[in-house]
C-alpha cells in the first residue's frame, strides 16, 4: 500500500510573492474598518461583534482546514475573518476590559510567543512551504488570529498612547517592513522568522493605514468612513482574488505536448 508523506500532501497554502503581502494588507485593513464598522458605527459593540465574527470565523476555518487543496477565496476570507475578529478581540480587551494597549499588548504577544514555542517543540516545521497536516495548519490558523490581535493592539498603541498619531504610525511601521524586506534580500537571518515578522507588522500596518482612510481630518485622517473604506477595500481584495484563482487554473492546465508522425517519443 502506498503510505503518503508529509511531503506529498499538495499545500493549501499560497505561494509567498509581492502579491501575497499587498493582499494581506488589503484584508487586514479591511479587518480593522469592517471590525469597526460594526461594533463602533453600527453599535453592536466589542463583545457581541467579537462573538459574531468569532463564529463566522469558525465556519470558514472549518472549510479551510476539510479542503484538500488551496482555494484563493476560501484562504482570503480566513485570513479577512482572522483580521476582523482580531480587530474587535483586542478592542474588547483593550477599551471594555479597560487593560489599554500596553498592558494589552503584552497579554497577546506573550500567547503568540507561546503559540510559537508550542508550535517550535511539537516537532512541526514552521515554514509556511512545509505545512501539510491538519495538526500544522491548524497551528498556523490559530498563530494567524492571535498576530491580527496583537497587531491591532499595536496599531492602537502607536496611533494613541506613543504619540505618532495615525499617519506617524502607519509610516513607522512600513519602515519597519521596509527593513524586514531589506534582511530578507540581504541577510541570512531565518526567512521563518522573518515571514512571522513581517506577518505580525503588516496587521498594525493596516490597523493604522485602516484609521488614516476612516477618521475624520480632525483626528489625522482623510474622513473616508468605515463604509466607503470597507467597500473599496473588499472590491480591492476580491480583485486580488480573483487574479489569484486565475493563476491557480492557468497552473493547473498542462502544457500540450506535440508528437511527430514519424514515432513515439519524436517531438515535432
Not at 485593513?29 to 457581541?48: F, I, K
Not at 474622513?223 to 493563476?247: D, P
Request: aromatic share 12%; net charge positive.
Amino acid at each position: 500500500m502506498l503510505k503518503l508523506t508529509e511531503n506529498s500532501v499538495i499545500s493549501k497554502l499560497p505561494q509567498i510573492t509581492l502579491g501575497f503581502w499587498v493582499m494581506k494588507i488589503c484584508a487586514t485593513t479591511l479587518g480593522e474598518t469592517a471590525g469597526d464598522l460594526l461594533s463602533m458605527t453600527l453599535n453592536v459593540g466589542y463583545l457581541a461583534s467579537s462573538l459574531i465574527l468569532f463564529g463566522a470565523f469558525l465556519v470558514v476555518l472549518v472549510s479551510q482546514l476539510w479542503s484538500k487543496k488551496y482555494h484563493p477565496f476560501l484562504y482570503w476570507s480566513v485570513i479577512l475573518a482572522t483580521s476582523t475578529t482580531g480587530t474587535t478581540m483586542s478592542d474588547f480587551m483593550d477599551r471594555t476590559l479597560g487593560l489599554g494597549y500596553t498592558k494589552g499588548s503584552m497579554i497577546l504577544l506573550s500567547i503568540l510567543l507561546a503559540i510559537f514555542a508550542y508550535w517550535r517543540f511539537s516537532g512541526k516545521s514552521m515554514s509556511v512551504d512545509h505545512i501539510r497536516t491538519f495538526k500544522a495548519e491548524a497551528l498556523y490558523w490559530v498563530a494567524i488570529l492571535f498576530s491580527n490581535t496583537l497587531g491591532t493592539a499595536l496599531g492602537d498603541f502607536l496611533a494613541d498612547d506613543s504619540g505618532l498619531g495615525f499617519m506617524g504610525g502607519a509610516v513607522f511601521i512600513g519602515a519597519l517592513i521596509a527593513a524586514v524586506a531589506a534582511a530578507f534580500y540581504f541577510t541570512r537571518i531565518s526567512r521563518v522568522v522573518l515571514f512571522w515578522i513581517a506577518f505580525v507588522l503588516t496587521r498594525p500596518f493596516g490597523a493604522t493605514f485602516g484609521d488614516v482612510l476612516t477618521k475624520p481630518p480632525s483626528r489625522g485622517g482623510v474622513g473616508f468612513g468605515t463604509v466607503g473604506s470597507s467597500v473599496v477595500l473588499l472590491l480591492i481584495l476580491v480583485l486580488g482574488m480573483i487574479i489569484a484563482l486565475v493563476k491557480l487554473r492557468r497552473q493547473a492546465v498542462p502544457e500540450p505536448v506535440l508528437v511527430s508522425s514519424e514515432g513515439p517519443g519524436e517531438v515535432s
